[in-house]
Nanobody, 124 residues
């Protein structure tokens, strides 16, 4: 069983920044695709960004240019740096990993394990 452990998140003002972290104790994340999703109340889970096992990165249009995904293999952690945050970015954010890779990276169904979720709230 793979456990993804998230940290970061919280309350930030419009235009501010936050960094989310996703670790996996006992599991080597750098071998696998990892993605970040978010889900706002009453909305579907939205794929935001993905980093493949070869470190290719992909972004949704809604966050391109503002969010950056990266991994630090020495810490076995994947990050989501979020800049220029807007109130519409308010949601619960999740990391996820796909053991078999992911072609349609933005689809939640592609992923096998999920983090516990962390709230991000952007005030106007």
């Amino acid at each position: 069983q793979v456990q993804l452990v998230q940290s970061g998140g919280g309350l930030v003002q419009f235009g501010g920044s936050l960094r989310l972290s996703c670790g996996a104790p006992g599991f080597t994340l750098d071998y696998y695709t990892v993605a970040w999703f978010r889900q706002a109340p009453g909305k579907e889970r939205e794929g935001l960004s993905c980093i493949s096992n070869s470190d290719s990165t992909f972004y949704a249009d809604s966050v391109k240019g503002r969010f950056t995904i990266s991994r630090d293999n020495t810490k076995n952690t994947v990050y989501l740096q979020m800049n220029s945050l807007k109130p519409e970015d308010t949601a619960v954010y999740y990391c996820a990993t796909a053991l078999g890779g992911s072609y349609y990276w933005w689809r939640p169904s592609e992923y096998d394990y999920w983090g516990q979720g962390t709230q991000v709230t952007v005030s106007s």
